[in-house]
């Protein structure tokens, strides 16, 4: 074989290699804007939650109040359980998204191992082609 041709084996393991690698890149780099998605989705999805179950809340204590019920007692216990309820709602809908966005940053991580291991798989290629043609 030629130096050209060994010089053309060579370079041709190693840009498969280095394309292997981009693409993990790329994909990393995808799902890590997924996650930090999944984490503003959560906030939201947490605040939006609150919001309505405030609206919910205001609207039976104003029924609660023309009934001529005191927020006293029984009834302040069931306000006092329904917000806590609201708030545990919250955290799980916002524990949802950041268990997500975890998932996706362990994925980001992998991707990029794949990518360097296909690089080094690469230049060891290489390498050991050039080896084994200049013999």
Same mark, same amino acid.
């Given at each position: ?15 498969q290699?280095?394309?292997? &690698? ?6 990393a ?7 930090? +998605? ?6 939201? *999805?947490? *605040?939006?939650f609150r +919001?309505?179950? @405030?609206? /919910? ?9 023309? @009934? ?5 007692? &029984?009834?302040l ?10 708030? /545990? ?10 268990? &997500?966005? &975890?998932?996706?940053? *362990? *994925? ?5 191992a794949?990518?360097?291991a296909?690089?080094?798989?690469? /230049?060891? /290629?290489?390498? @050991?082609?050039?080896? @084994?043609?200049?013999?």
């Amino acid at each position: 074989m030629t130096g050209v041709e060994i010089l053309l084996a060579v370079g041709a393991a190693v840009a498969q290699g280095v394309a292997a &690698s981009n693409q993990a890149e790329f994909q990393a780099e995808i799902a890590e804007q997924q996650a930090a +998605r999944e984490r503003q989705l959560a906030r939201r *999805q947490a *605040q939006d939650f609150r +919001r309505e179950q @405030s609206r /919910l809340g205001a609207q039976a204590r104003t029924r609660r109040a023309g @009934s001529g019920v005191a927020a006293t007692g &029984s009834a302040l216990l069931v306000e006092e359980d329904m917000a806590a309820e609201t708030e /545990l709602g919250a955290l799980d809908l916002l524990n949802d998204g950041l268990v &997500s966005a &975890s998932r996706l940053e *362990q *994925q980001a991580r992998l991707e990029r191992a794949a990518g360097r291991a296909a690089r080094d798989r690469a /230049l060891l /290629l290489g390498a @050991s082609t050039a080896t @084994s043609l200049i013999r």
